[in-house]
């Protein structure tokens, strides 16, 4: 059959659906900022790859710095390159897209099946999305919001098996010009093994054809579904590779006080903090730094360095009021950690340097189990010893230090984890496994 028509469907709904799309060299950059976190709401769509798997990562990190995640889309199917992008650290999937073009091998009972609206299937589906490994309150609330964004774009209609008072599982039917797409089937765990999946899947496939529609669907090329499709009449028409790069369980993580949310920053949010720090940090005749890196500031090096945080060295960005002002740095040992910070001029003087370090010693001591925070100031910023002290550090010593080719002291602190009591309410979310 032709794929045509599939084809345009889905490149409209992509399109109709995201917040902004960008008209790449290689593809489509297809940018929901406002769902940053769903990975089918952002990616980089190519029709056809032309170019090699570094080129499209390349480019799909650049329309995608709004998000954690990479996401490279080969809508023909590209299995050449799967070999290269997982070199480069991407995940690779393979979807078959499936045509409707025979009768069903039987048909099965649909009476228990009902067009429900979405609404009523947002409390189920946020708590399968919690149950999930990856799941917390914040991503089911976009992968909601998503789903909303959807429905807008393009006439859908939920339908769901109930038994007695309860849904049981739900798909949705889109359609539009002749073309329909099921998608999202879904049979929750207590009620599989009992038909629902084929009655939820053969009653939207009835209300697609009533229209004439052309239907189709998707699935995993190696996931079981796709045989129950094929026994009710799909058909391989296509396939799209998708390669995705997933982001660390640290971007998840967020430590929040009175008046910030400490959190690793996108690739965007990066820039603007580079802004921040170009405005001013420190009086220029004085570095407070060890490594004088303000002295000749890059935008490039500055957002590599501040998104670069591994395991065991984070970079936390500090927001305030939802705006970038500082990072508040954290390296973590087996048995101890050290801390370093800045905060933008315009931010400094109002405690917030404080609440900064209480927040990374609470996730140290509480959660990464360090014994000992080590820290420390050029002599000459009495901010951050001012900081140390209200925290209860110890001067443990001194080295000399040589920033600007100078020797200068450095006073060396340190404060033993059972004598850390934080000035400030702490709370730590998003605490993922690391390995």
């Known amino acids: 059959m032709e794929r045509a028509p599939i084809d345009d469907f889905r490149r409209r709904l992509q399109r109709a659906a995201a917040d902004r799309t960008i008209d790449l060299p290689?593809?489509?950059?297809?940018i929901t900022d406002s769902v940053p976190d769903v990975y089918d709401a952002n990616y980089l769509s190519v029709e056809s790859a032309t170019a090699g798997a570094g080129e499209l990562a390349a480019e799909a990190e650049a329309a995608l710095?709004?998000?954690?995640?990479?996401?490279?889309?080969?809508?023909?199917?590209?299995?050449?390159?799967?070999?290269?992008?997982?070199?480069?650290?991407?995940?690779?999937?393979?979807?078959?897209?499936?045509a409707h073009m025979t009768p069903p091998d039987r048909r099965v009972d649909t009476s228990a099946i009902r067009e429900v609206a979405l609404d009523d299937l947002t409390t189920l589906r946020t708590e399968a999305n919690l149950r999930e490994p990856w799941g917390d309150p914040a991503i089911a609330a976009q992968l909601n919001d998503a789903k909303r964004l959807v429905a807008a774009a393009v006439p859908t209609t939920f339908f769901a098996a109930v038994v007695g008072d309860e849904i049981a599982g739900w798909c949705e039917l889109r359609r539009r010009d002749g073309v329909a797409q099921i998608e999202d089937v879904e049979v929750l765990e207590g009620f599989r093994g009992r038909g629902f999946g084929r009655a939820i899947v053969q009653h939207a496939l009835d209300e697609g054809l009533r229209a004439g529609d052309l239907v189709y669907l998707e699935a995993l090329a190696d996931d079981w579904p796709r045989e129950l499709y094929a026994k009710l009449g799909f058909t391989v028409v296509g396939r799209r590779d998708v390669y995705t790069r997933l982001p660390s369980p640290l971007t998840r993580l967020r430590l929040r006080t009175p008046r910030l949310e400490l959190r690793l920053a996108t690739r965007a949010e990066?820039?603007?903090?580079?802004?921040?720090?170009?405005?001013?940090i420190h009086d220029p005749e004085m570095m407070p730094f060890e490594i004088p890196w303000t002295d000749s500031l890059d935008e490039a090096d500055f957002v590599a360095h501040v998104t670069g945080s591994t395991a065991h060295s984070l970079r936390?960005?500090?927001?305030?009021?939802g705006d970038p002002v500082g990072v508040?740095?954290?390296?973590?040992f087996p048995d101890w950690a050290t801390t370093g910070s800045w905060l933008g001029a315009a931010h400094q003087g109002r405690g917030l340097g404080t609440e900064m370090r209480a927040a990374v010693l609470t996730y140290a001591f509480d959660v990464r189990d360090a014994m000992v925070a080590r820290s420390g100031a050029i002599q000459g910023n009495p901010q951050s010893l001012g900081v140390s002290r209200k925290l209860g550090y110890e001067i443990v010593g001194?080295?000399?230090?040589?920033?600007?080719?100078?020797?200068?002291?450095?006073?060396?602190?340190?404060?033993?984890?059972?004598?850390?009591?934080s000035p400030v309410p702490v709370t730590v979310d998003g605490v993922r496994p690391l390995a």
């Open 26 to 30: 290689n593809g489509t950059a297809i």
């Open 65 to 98: 710095e709004t998000s954690h995640h990479c996401r490279v889309i080969v809508e023909d199917g590209s299995p050449g390159l799967a070999d290269d992008f997982a070199q480069l650290g991407f995940d690779g999937v393979a979807h078959l897209v499936l």
């Open 270 to 280: 990066a820039r603007r903090l580079f802004a921040v720090a170009a405005a001013g």
């Open 316 to 321: 936390f960005t500090a927001f305030h009021d």
């Open 328 to 332: 508040q740095g954290l390296d973590l």
């Open 398 to 421: 001194a080295h000399v230090v040589s920033p600007r080719g100078e020797p200068v002291d450095h006073i060396d602190v340190e404060l033993r984890r059972d004598r850390f009591r």
